[in-house]
């Protein structure tokens, strides 16, 4: 049980030496997986107002998702950027998970396009005649008979049609980290503090359910997290430059499964409201779709000389 022990320990050294290593030669940006969302059977969002291009999400997140890939190339050509996918096909979250965790990601991109309920509205479009029935009985008891006599009346004749969405704008989301405990927390603040009592039930194989794993899977949760606030910052910030509505970076606790189930910062991008006039047309638009790609382009710019010389001044001077 001895060895059990043993492992056990090296693999936490192991863990508390390459965070020291990291204060000083911080993780290169070297992989990013962009993932156009949704494809194949599952259309995602549809445009459903009147008067729409009805365009699928499916369709705008590849048309994005390309155009990211490209200008992610053309400006950091040193950085690995593959897409999930490249065609209209199907692939569930954990196939997404699977490409990212794969090739080592060290950024996970989600391009999405947003909607909401639509109200129905109706507008008078003339005057129409129906037939009515007038229902009257004759005869008693068991030989009382229904009669259903046929009439004409003109009524109103209306359309009904999907109002469009109101809502609009780009909106950046991380996922919910693990709850803090307060050992992880003494493990953030003092790694010194730090000590696990390994007993002799712990099995070779390091179970990532354990109890035991559970403050280590979370410490690396955190820092992901923290870098995903980080880039959803600056994709919110380089979004709003450029004239969008920006809804700003939110924190969803359940719903973007595929961001949880990546061992790497991820964020996912509402590029807009395919309900909305003005955004389906946006995300539509070679003009919009390029504008998206180069604002998320410029924001990973920022994040990766950020992570890798730890210059937060980028953050408040633009570029
Ligand atoms: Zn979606």
Known sequence: MLVKKIIFFIFISLLVFS????????????????????????????????????????????????????????????????PTRTTDIFQNVNEKARIANQYHGDLFICIHADSGPLKTGRRLIGRHMVTRYKVTYTGKGKKKKKIKTPYEVEENLYQYYKLPLQRSGTSVWIFASHKTSDKLKAIIDNEADFNIEADDSLSNNIDFNSPEMKPIVAIYAKRFQLKSINIGMLVEDEVAKTGRKSLGLNQRQVGIRVLQSTNMPAILIETGFINNEEDERYINSEEGQEELAVSITQAVKRYKNIVENGNNANVQAGK
């Open 19 to 82: 965070k020291s290593i990291h204060a000083q030669a911080p993780k290169l940006l070297k992989t990013i997986i962009v993932d156009a969302g949704h494809g194949g059977e599952d259309n995602g969002a549809v445009g459903e107002y009147e008067g729409s291009l009805r365009s699928k999400e499916k369709d705008v997140t590849l048309a994005i998702s390309k155009k990211l890939v490209a200008a992610l190339q053309r400006e950091l050509p040193e950085v690995t950027t593959i």
